[in-house]
C-alpha cells in the first residue's frame, strides 16, 4: 500500500520511512509546505494527516486533492511513532 503522510516533526521524517517500510508500505512524508504539494501528493492508496503539527493549509490542499482523486484520508491527532502503528493498522483494515 502507497500512503502519503502530511504533517509529523521533522525529525521523525526518517522514523516514519522505517516504520511504514517494516510494514511494507511505501510512504511520501510532508512535514512542510512545498510549492508543489497538491503535484506531488500523486496518487496513493491513502492519505494520513497528523492533525496536531501540521498547518491549515496543507491540510486543505491535501484535502482538495483526496477529494478530486477519491483517495480516502484518515486524521490522527497526535505524531507520535505509536500513532503511525495504530493508523496504518486502521489504514490496513479498510483497504
Known amino acids: 500500500m502507497s500512503i502519503v503522510l502530511i504533517g509529523g516533526h521533522d525529525r521523525m521524517h526518517r522514523e516514519y520511512k522505517t516504520v511504514c517500510k517494516k ?17 506531488s501528493i500523486g496518487t496513493p492508496d491513502a ?4 492533525t496536531s503539527t501540521v498547518s491549515h493549509k496543507m491540510v486543505r490542499v491535501a484535502n482538495k486533492e483526496a477529494k478530486r482523486k477519491n483517495i480516502p484520508v484518515l486524521r490522527c491527532h497526535s505524531s507520535s511513532i505509536d500513532a ?3 493508523s496504518i493498522k486502521s489504514l490496513e483494515s479498510v483497504i
Open 23 to 39: 510494514a511494507g508500505h511505501k510512504v511520501k512524508v510532508f512535514t512542510q509546505m512545498s510549492a508543489g504539494l497538491s503535484k
Open 47 to 50: 492519505l494520513l494527516i497528523f
Open 84 to 86: 503511525l502503528h495504530n
